[in-house]
Nanobody, 126 residues
Framework: QVQLVESGGGLVQAGGSLRLSCAGSGRSFSSSPMGWFRQAPGKEREFVSGISWSGSGTDYADSVKGRFTISRDNAKNMVNLQMNSLKPEDTAVYYC???????????????????WGQGTQVTVSS
């Protein structure tokens, strides 16, 4: 059973911070690009951030640059997303995703991925 499980979502005031975590199980994701997408009510799922298998490369959507930071801990089979200066428009369900071993980070912005988590709700009040 291969799974990605997100945690850390919740309700926060505008300008506040949250830290999301994604824990993998059933296989090692230490050689795979990983990252985050989000989907707001009535809107399509959109790319948020990705990180290469080694952690040496990162990618961010323009809407979150300078506010969000992605990181990973391969020893724990986890990826994290530190979200600062949160805005009401960040409100969405956030999904963790992973690709195959050694897949390129440059392709991670696509909506197609090998594995998806169940999602965690982030709500930012105005």
């Amino acid at each position: 059973q291969v799974q990605l499980v997100e945690s850390g979502g919740g309700l926060v005031q505008a300008g506040g911070s949250l830290r999301l975590s994604c824990a993998g199980s059933g296989r090692s994701f230490s050689s795979s690009p990983m990252g985050w997408f989000r989907q707001a009510p009535g809107k399509e799922r959109e790319f948020v951030s990705g990180i290469s298998w080694s952690g040496s490369g990162t990618d961010y959507a323009d809407s979150v640059k300078g506010r969000f930071t992605i990181s990973r801990d391969n020893a724990k089979n986890m990826v994290n997303l530190q979200m600062n200066s949160l805005k009401p428009e960040d409100t969405a369900v956030y999904y963790c995703a992973a690709d195959g071993p050694y897949d390129a980070l440059a392709t991670f912005r696509r909506d197609s991925h090998n594995y998806w988590g169940q999602g965690t709700q982030v709500t930012v009040s105005s």
